[in-house]
């Protein structure tokens, strides 16, 4: 928790030794994520539509590193804390015994950016978490790869889910029940570019899926004052 003064300028005001402060005139008490959400620094992504998921694994089944479901750019001197990850998937009947689901949250904290682009999936709208979205984000995001993008270094495995199909009888008449992934830390890891962020899922068989994530973001000002 940090305390905040009684005045407020939302961008300049986060210069170095200066304090957040409330537009309400009275002293108070907050974290700074809430601070910088509140000043239009979080940012919201869905993926998949309504009624309609994404089939999961870079050829609609096994998982592939170069096909992402969910890939995202920080670039350089941009900053994100990463507060929530959520991937909700559709498994399918058992095609045969010991058939496997699963879901990987990882990122590529190596220096390289992925080469995602619209030729690659499908290049996300980036929603503010303060509905008027006074800021925009620095970050790309691009879902649903089905072209490859450069192989990344997944060498910071986050949270992962998965489940593998067991049973007596004929795979074809069994469920797998639900699979989910729910990334919500306590202490969320603040990832500073250039770095990306990835989520994969799928399985021995096509496995459709929703995503929604959502971060705080560092730039400018704010990379400044609270990384140096």
């Keep these: 928790m940090i305390g905040i003064a009684p005045r407020r300028t939302p961008t300049n005001q986060l210069s ?8 309400l005139g009275s002293l108070g008490v907050t974290d700074r994520l809430n601070l910088l959400r509140d000043a239009g620094y979080g940012f919201h992504v869905s993926v998949g539509a309504v009624t ?14 170069e096909q992402a479901e969910y890939a995202m750019n920080v670039p350089t001197g941009t900053a994100i ?4 990850a959520a991937v909700e998937v559709q498994t399918p009947l058992l095609a045969t015994d010991a058939d496997e689901c699963e879901i ?5 904290v190596s220096g ?22 006074p800021v925009s984000s620095n970050c790309t995001v691009v879902s649903a790869n089905t072209s490859d993008h450069n192989p990344p270094t997944l060498g910071m495995e986050i949270d992962r889910a998965q489940a593998t199909g067991d049973m007596n009888g004929t795979p074809a008449n069994a469920l797998w029940g639900i699979l989910k992934l729910l990334y919500e ?4 890891i603040c990832f500073v ?4 962020v990835f989520i994969y899922w799928g399985g021995t068989v096509a496995t459709p899926g929703f995503a929604q994530v959502e971060w705080i973001e ?7 004052a609270i990384l140096g």
């Excluded at 170095?16 to 537009?23: E, H, N, Q, V």
């Excluded at 390289?112 to 979205?133: C, N, P, Q, W, Y």
């Excluded at 560092?218 to 400044?224: C, E, M, P, S, W």
Aim: glycine share 14%.
């Design 52 to 65: 309609t998921p994404i089939v999961g694994g870079g050829n609609g089944t096994v998982l592939d590193p």
């Design 218 to 224: 560092l730039q400018g000002d704010a990379y400044t």
């Design 185 to 188: 830390p306590r202490i969320p």
């Design 104 to 108: 990987l949250l990882a990122a590529d």
């Design 112 to 133: 390289t950016l992925a080469t995602i682009t619209a030729s690659t999936g499908t290049v996300e709208t980036v929603f503010g978490m303060r509905t008027d979205k």
């Design 193 to 196: 570019g250039p770095c990306s």
């Design 16 to 23: 170095r030794g200066t304090p957040w402060a409330d537009l």
């Design 81 to 84: 804390y990463l507060a929530r």
